[in-house]
């Protein structure tokens, strides 16, 4: 088994579990740690963990990044943001990114976002690869590889259930969360939901061979049945306080495929919805299938045990990206993608959220 030459991009909440899977997967050497705080820069890699020094210094420059000859970028960029990808992309470094959902299925992402993106692959050789659980491999690729067993698929749904209320504030705005109306939200805006989804849906859709017709938004909410508090802010009786919401894939005119999403602030909230945390399949069919997916860490102290899946899906998929061929790909044109490391020894790191995040702060550009 060869080894790949891996640089990080951030240090944040999925760029240090990126980090410590790099450093703990045996076919990965890390070359290059991106930060943007010059507080950060200089320290060593292992540092930011709590482990051993691993000779890699954290670094401001991304010309020191390009300098380091990686084989492979993972990006764990602010959402919605390519910033920087078409220079690594057009070096000849392969990337593997969350800057943005629609690249999940490429081919229906706006040409604005695709076509320089593409351009530089072509430029460089190499190859781009969305990674992440939600949009990713829990909204995309479970449900396909759960449908290799059906005979026949009457509505297939991925799902998420989440508790939102351990949750940085500017997350808790993206659906109006402790107010009393949903408009303005990021999410409940036309198009808002459809926009960070459709690309699973489009991957599902096009990994069953179908064509669909049409895609409608959904989404309900409910209130505070009294006063309560969160740790980011308070919640006023009778404001938004759990919601319900997705995508509808309409096929032939009717509803074949769903994304759905459920988010409460308190568990006996709304409990008509689906209620178990984390990821997972229905199907109704021939057979029915019922797929969850629960998540928890080890040490028991994460409270965002997803965002440790979501780096591994990126730090995994490293060999197969590898490999690929250039260009923007998606799940549907990469081996199976699985992990390396078996046996040994968890190791708990140092790491936490930071203050900024534990504030609610908006990340601003680049910033990690």
């Not at 909410?221 to 006063?227: G, I, R, V």
Request: proline fraction near 8%.
């Amino acid at each position: 088994m060869g080894t790949h030459r891996v640089a990080v991009w951030g240090t944040g909440d999925v760029g240090h579990f990126v980090l410590r899977g790099v450093l703990q997967r045996p076919d990965l050497d890390l070359v290059g740690l991106r930060v943007w705080n010059p507080e950060k820069a200089g320290r060593d890699a292992g540092d930011f963990l709590g482990w051993d020094v691993t000779g890699v210094a954290a670094t401001t420059s991304t010309a020191e990044i390009l300098a380091a000859r990686p084989d492979v970028l993972i990006h764990c960029g602010p959402s919605r943001n390519v910033e920087g990808l078409p220079e690594f992309l057009a070096a000849g470094v392969n990337v593997v990114t969350l800057g943005s959902a629609r690249l999940a299925h490429p081919a229906s992402a706006p040409a604005e976002l695709r076509d320089p993106l593409a351009a530089a692959c072509a430029a460089g050789g190499s190859t781009l690869f969305y990674g992440g659980i939600d949009p990713g491999f829990a909204a995309h690729t479970l449900p396909v590889t759960l449908s290799a067993i059906c005979e026949r698929i009457d509505l297939l749904t991925s799902y998420e259930v989440r508790d939102y209320d351990p949750l940085p504030l500017h997350q808790l705005d993206y659906f109006n969360f402790g107010r009393e109306t949903t408009d303005g939200a990021r999410f409940f805006t036309p198009g808002g939901i459809r926009g960070t989804w459709e690309s699973p849906l489009r991957l599902i859709a096009e990994a069953l061979g179908q064509e669909l017709d049409d895609i409608v938004e959904f989404h309900e909410t409910a209130p505070a049945p009294e006063d309560f508090e969160v740790p980011a802010m308070p919640i006023p009786k009778g404001s938004i306080a759990a919601v319900r919401f997705g995508l509808r894939g309409i096929i032939d005119g009717v509803e074949r495929i769903r994304i759905e999403h459920v988010n409460r602030l308190r568990r006996d909230l709304a409990p008509e919805w689906m209620v178990r945390q984390g990821y997972g399949v229905h199907v109704e069919g021939s057979p029915r299938y019922h797929l969850h997916l629960d998540l928890e860490d080890p040490d028991g102290v994460q409270p965002r045990p997803a965002l440790w899946g979501t780096a591994m899906y990126m730090v995994n998929a490293v060999p197969a990206v590898v490999a690929a061929a250039p260009g923007l790909v998606t799940v549907l044109d990469l081996p199976i993608i699985r992990g390396a490391t078996v046996g040994g020894e968890h190791r708990p790191a140092a790491w936490g959220l930071s203050e900024r995040i534990r504030r609610g702060e908006t990340r601003t550009t680049g910033a990690h």
